[in-house]
């Protein structure tokens, strides 16, 4: 069974603060996606990241997946209360039956107070 | 608007009732996944679709809970029975079939909330 451990689970910080979420597991995934899910919504991917040691950059956010694929880390920089929400991060599964099935952690719930 | 269209958007129902959920996924797309999603959790993989053959199911999918999609469009999750248990947000997820994992993006669904009483 794949597993992934987010944390911290909740973050609560003042506007203008940084922060990172981290995302790990013992698998290997094809690919990591990180979303985010306002209340009562769906999942918004907000990024993919597919080669080990890929960072991206999304304005203030920063991703990086690891060498060996099997973590990840999302840094926002300078949080602004419109960051606030739901954030997870997904492994996909690469072949067989399984193809593209997403193994989710268990979200980082995000509070920027102004 | 992601273009998937989950129906209803709630749904309030006692205990031991059947309900079916239904989701519309992008036209073009021939991959469609269901997930479940408890308060304060990420949301966990229940089935999967390509086109209209059901290729996996969790082990979290009982025998009360089943899926289908008949002609490779639409889908429909039905809970037989319903226990307070199955509370949850129920998500539908749409993917086409790019040549590269950065094309192979699940689009959401805005999802059933369901609530057993």
């Known amino acids: 069974t794949q597993l992934l451990e987010q944390s911290p689970q909740f973050l609560s910080i003042q506007e203008g603060e940084n922060l990172t979420v981290y995302c790990n597991s013992s698998s290997v995934f094809s690919s990591l996606q990180w979303y985010r899910q306002e209340p009562g919504e769906g999942p918004v991917l907000l990024v993919t990241v597919v080669t080990g040691g890929e960072v991206k950059k999304l304005k203030r956010l920063t991703f990086q997946f690891g060498d060996a694929r099997k973590d990840s880390s999302l840094h926002i920089t300078a949080a602004q209360p419109g960051d606030t929400g739901l954030y997870l991060c997904?492994?996909?599964?690469?072949?067989?039956?399984?193809?593209?099935?997403?193994?989710f952690g268990q979200g980082t719930i995000l509070t920027v107070h102004p | 608007d992601t273009g998937v269209s989950q129906d209803p958007r709630h749904k309030i129902t006692k205990r031991g009732q059947n309900v079916t959920f239904r989701c519309d996924p992008i036209?073009?797309?021939?991959?469609l996944y269901w997930y479940r999603q408890t308060l304060g959790q990420g949301p966990e993989f229940l089935t999967y679709f390509q086109n209209e053959a059901q290729l996996e199911k969790s082990r979290l999918l009982s025998d009360r809970f089943s899926a289908e999609r008949p002609k490779g469009s639409f889908s429909t999750l039905e809970i037989q029975r319903t226990e307070q248990g199955d509370s949850a947000m129920y998500l539908c997820a749409s993917q086409g079939q790019g040549a590269t994992e950065v094309q192979n993006i699940q689009y959401f669904g805005a999802g059933t909330r369901l609530s057993v009483l």
């Open positions: 036209s073009e797309h021939n991959r």
């Open positions: 997904a492994g996909r599964n690469a072949g067989g039956t399984s193809y593209g099935k997403l193994t």
